[in-house]
């Protein structure tokens, strides 16, 4: 299983892997059926979640129904448990959205929802996080997950998206994080692919953040959480959602 899992990571580019996933999800749902693990986003319980990982491969982290990871379902709990995120009408703007939100979020109807990127077909404004089309203050709520890594001057994204929340607003912003490293390393002379795989843990990866990430969003304005929400579940409870309870949730406000 692992080596299957290894192969279509590195084979099949995951937005299609994503939508394969869900064009096929009775038969995956019937085939990993079970009681063992609850991947809280589609409700669903399974009999195993599958491994996940371009190098050495985490056990358990990805789920087959909505091929969530931990850090997904991480963030799903948050807003499920500790936000109005459901309930309140909230003005969002998804950067790069995870297509398993994007479809539940514009089923949503209490969210104005507005998903962005400079790439996908998916979205529904093409955008520079660079330099985003939208007035000040336009947002509630903010989520830019896995974007910044790729981006050299990533201050200035860290500027957009503070431009462009309202007074008040909140947002999520995760991103690969060694929580061991005080300084974040980058190094933008590398350009080769497996070097940067090599270095950053991602081909098109331009660094690895490190607790510094923090401070980097406050010198543009933002008020920060360096929250580890797993750490509020027991243990029975992390290995039944398939959590990581190292991992940060990066919570983002603009006062």
């Known amino acids: 299983m692992k080596e299957i899992a290894k192969f279509l990571l590195n084979k099949i580019p995951r937005p299609m892997l994503i939508n394969l996933s869900i064009f096929l999800r009775p038969l995956i749902y019937l085939f990993f059926k079970g009681n063992k693990f609850i991947d809280p986003i589609d409700g669903k319980s399974y009999r195993k979640f599958l491994p996940y990982g371009y ?20 963030m799903w709990l948050y807003l499920q448990n500790e936000t109005d995120f459901f309930t309140k009408n909230y003005k969002v703007l998804h950067i790069a959205p995870e297509q398993e939100f994007l479809r539940k979020f514009r089923k949503m109807e209490n969210l104005e929802y507005i998903s962005a990127d400079l790439f996908s077909p998916i979205v529904d404004v093409k955008a520079d996080i660079l330099d985003l089309p939208f007035e000040d203050e336009s947002f509630d709520v903010i989520f830019c997950n ?35 490293l005080e ?16 270095h950053f843990g991602q081909y098109d990866h331009v660094r690895w953040y490190g607790i510094d990430y923090f401070e980097r969003l406050q010198s543009v304005g933002f008020q920060t959480d360096v929250n580890f929400y797993s750490k509020k579940f027991s243990s029975e409870e992390r290995e039944k959602f398939g959590l990581n309870e190292n991992e940060i949730l990066p919570i983002v406000k603009k006062s």
């Open 55 to 74: 190098g050495k491969q985490r056990e358990n982290a990805l789920s087959p129904g909505t091929l969530s990871l931990e850090r997904h379902r991480q």
């Open 146 to 180: 896995h974007v910044l890594e790729h981006i050299e001057d990533d201050t200035k994204a860290m500027s957009e998206l503070y431009r462009v929340m309202k007074k008040g607003g909140w947002g999520i912003f995760q991103v690969p994080m060694k929580n061991s």
């Open 183 to 198: 300084k974040t390393y980058e190094d933008f002379s590398i350009k080769d692919p497996k070097e940067r795989q090599k």
